[in-house]
């Protein structure tokens, strides 16, 4: 797998410039791509929405969420699809997105849910510059949901995200949910079978260890016991040893 997080050139002129880094990064990385099944990119990628729709269109359009009609006038859109005349569209061929549910990520009015449609004199259409582009080659990813985050309000963008499920794959590389599933009852089960006996290891072990401490503890306790009696048998033999000691006579 590999990921890419991007940040392409921003303006409503720089389209052009804009797939030309993406084609140079394809040609650059073309031989890692190959190697691996899974390529996502995703970050600020500044597409915008065509000069076509008005500002007042697409703003009637978030409001009432018809938000295919903003997506059908967008510049990646737009170029992705199989009648575009684009030159530029080939670099983008192998990937894919998910359907956009979700308003135009940019550009919003800090700390708002306004959009700000005009700046130094310039009019800014809303736009869906914030993506997650997917190349593969497989059909075993499931993309669960993908949409943007509405309550991060600290930028002028919304940041998205894309919520997947990669599915195991059977021998013959098809998608097999029910193998995929019942593969992974049996891992659970083999791994709450290890997690047993290592659980019951330790127990085991710990309990060893407190007989062998106890027996030892009986052990000093033995030895204390005859250390003493030793002891207190040898100040009785010294205490008789002086006691019958005959006194001294004076000549």
Known sequence: MIFVNMH???GKGEKEERCRL?????????SNIIKNDYLFAFGDQNWRTLNILSVEAIL?????????TIFNHDELTQMRQKNSTESDTQCLKDFFEAPITFPPTY???LNS???????DEEVRRPSY???ILISTFSNDLEIIQYSSIDDVKLSDHRPVFADMILHQRSKNNEMSKNTSTEKTRTTTNHIKTIV???????LMTIATMTFVCILIFLVMCQLIIK??????????TAQINIVGTPSSVES
């Open 8 to 10: 392409l050139p921003a």
């Open 22 to 30: 993406w084609y140079k990064f394809l040609q650059e990385y073309q």
């Open 60 to 68: 009637e359009a978030i409001k009432k969420e018809e938000y295919t």
């Open 107 to 109: 550009k919003y009015v």
């Open 113 to 119: 849910d306004a959009y700000q449609i005009e700046k």
């Open 129 to 131: 510059t914030d993506r």
């Open 196 to 202: 047993k006996q290592h659980i019951l290891t330790f």
């Open 227 to 236: 250390c003493q009696t030793q002891k207190t048998d040898m100040q009785q």
